[in-house]
Nanobody
Framework: PAAGVGGGLVQAGGSLKLSCVAS????????IGWFRQAPGKEREEISC????????FYVDSVKGRFTISSDNANNMVYLQMNSLKPEDTAVYYCAAGWHCKTYAMDYWGKGTQVTVSS
């Protein structure tokens, strides 16, 4: 995947939309997702979408606030982030692999910084 874009600085309660070009692999058999890494913490999975059936996964901390979507025709994956909280501050990465876990991702994009001020 290419670099995810769309990060920035936003106040708590605000919204951002991240975009990622997801190409260079077999989309139909891949899981494409968004991960994040906050300072001093391990990288964690946030949300994923499966290419074969567009089923989605969300970590509990973002359920109801974040929405992942894809535009298969254009190899794009998006993450709409609403009701942002300071604890969402992190570097966000898009990635593709076989399962929605950091160890299962084969391709990583460059990260984009998301900063949420209180």
């Amino acid at each position: 995947p290419a670099a995810g874009v769309g990060g920035g600085l936003v106040q708590a309660g605000g919204s951002l939309k991240l975009s990622c070009v997801a190409s260079g692999f077999g989309w139909a058999h891949a899981t494409i997702g968004w991960f994040r890494q906050a300072p001093g913490k391990e990288r964690e999975e946030i949300s994923c979408i499966k290419g074969e059936d567009t089923s989605t996964f969300y970590v509990d901390s973002v359920k109801g606030r974040f929405t992942i979507s894809s535009d298969n025709a254009n190899n794009m994956v998006y993450l709409q982030m609403n009701s942002l909280k300071p604890e969402d501050t992190a570097v966000y990465y898009c990635a593709a692999g076989w399962h929605c876990k950091t160890y299962a991702m084969d391709y990583w994009g460059k990260g984009t910084q998301v900063t949420v001020s209180s």
